[in-house]
């Protein structure tokens, strides 16, 4: 199984927006209870998926530039990326099954 890999500010350009590997992005706050719960769906659909696309993880608190300047102002919010490009979003915790649908619809 995959695992999701955290990233920073330093870092975020070259891993996030460097390929056209399709990417997603779970911007999340360590003391934000509706992110804990997003980040164990993801857990259980990262293995489905991690042929098809990479998952990072970005601490808004710890990357507050970067979450600022793609409008994170409500976490968790995922983001996928391609070819550098924010091609979709979603803002609050979902099931494994809406999860997976927002995968399937945009990858």
């Known amino acids: ?6 990233i920073t ?10 390929d056209g ?9 360590s ?4 992110c804990r719960v997003m980040a164990q769906t993801l ?5 489905e ?7 990072f993880k970005a601490d808004i608190d710890r ?4 979450a600022s300047s793609y409008g994170i102002s409500s976490v968790p ?5 391609k070819d550098g490009d924010v091609i979709a979003r979603s803002v609050g915790a979902m099931s494994k099954r809406s999860l997976g649908e927002f995968i399937d619809n945009n990858i």
């Open 31 to 34: 003391w934000c209870m509706p």
């Open 1 to 6: 199984m995959s695992s999701i890999n955290q």
């Open 43 to 47: 857990d259980d659909v990262i293995g």
């Open 77 to 81: 919010t995922l983001l996928i990326f």
């Open 49 to 55: 998926y991690s042929s098809e696309m990479d998952f």
């Open 63 to 66: 990357c507050p530039n970067i």
């Open 21 to 29: 590997q399709p990417k997603l992005v779970d911007f999340f706050a």
């Open 9 to 18: 500010e330093a870092d975020f350009d070259e891993r996030i927006l460097s």
